[in-house]
T-cell receptor
Framework: GENVEQHPSTLSVQEGDSAVIKCTYSDSASNYFPWYKQELGKGPQLIIDIRSNVGEKKDQRIAVTLNKTAKHFSLHITETQPEDSAVYFCAAPNRDDKIIFGKGTRLHILP | ETGVTQTPRHLVMGMTNKKSLKCEQHLGHNAMYWYKQSAKKPLELMFVYNFKEQTENNSVPSRFSPECPNSSHLFLHLHTLQPEDSALYLC?????????????FGPGTRLTVT
């Protein structure tokens, strides 16, 4: 069945260092991979997404890489800052175009 | 946040009460969603509406009853809830249901069932 696995569940990173969150998906037909950031007291917000026809996408300090053969994609945050502390969710659509979310990663940026 | 709004932001209700959650989107989208977010579970999709028609009911108990009078408004009617229904209920919208479209989330309603 459809499944999106996300690791780690919690990640602590020293301010200024990089953070990497990884996700795997099971449906080979998936073609769109968004990442959402959820801050305390707010709903998730899209921060970056990638489609299956590219292997990497960057937007300032964040980047996403996609390996379709291995069916995994990763979020990379460089030069982390305190405001990067949040819960991050990956997601992928299944064959019915229903978006399946990962369980989330709580990222702590340490001063 | 003017894109997707939800009211109330917090709700405490007893198991015998009846209440409703409201969601409104000002983005001109045609799809709206209800999600349940618990402490130790991923986002659980509950219902999907596309052009006012319900297209998904993810095996949600009948004590949750959605209503979508138009593409801009979505309600979740609650009755005889259980303590395990306490969670953050998130509403979202997108241009249409399915496909590679960003979902815009509201801030959520924090529900506590006593």
């Amino acid at each position: 069945g459809e499944n999106v696995e996300q690791h780690p569940s919690t990640l602590s990173v020293q301010e200024g260092d990089s953070a990497v969150i990884k996700c795997t998906y099971s449906d080979s037909a998936s073609n769109y991979f968004p990442w959402y950031k959820q801050e305390l007291g707010k709903g998730p917000q899209l921060i970056i997404d990638i489609r299956s026809n590219v292997g990497e996408k960057k937007d300032q300090r964040i980047a996403v890489t996609l390996n379709k053969t291995a069916k995994h994609f990763s979020l990379h945050i460089t030069e982390t800052q305190p405001e990067d502390s949040a819960v991050y969710f990956c997601a992928a659509p299944n064959r019915d175009d229903k978006i399946i979310f990962g369980k989330g990663t709580r990222l702590h940026i340490l001063p | 946040e003017t894109g997707v709004t939800q009211t109330p932001r917090h709700l405490v209700m007893g198991m015998t009460n009846k209440k409703s959650l409201k969601c409104e989107q000002h983005l001109g989208h045609n799809a709206m969603y209800w999600y349940k977010q618990s402490a130790k579970k991923p986002l659980e999709l509950m219902f999907v509406y596309n052009f006012k028609e319900q297209t998904e009911n993810n095996s949600v108990p009948s004590r949750f009853s959605p209503e979508c009078p138009n593409s801009s408004h979505l309600f979740l009617h609650l009755h005889t809830l259980q303590p395990e229904d306490s969670a953050l209920y998130l509403c979202a919208s997108s241009p249409i249901a399915g496909g590679p479209y960003e979902q815009y989330f509201g801030p959520g309603t924090r529900l506590t069932v006593t």
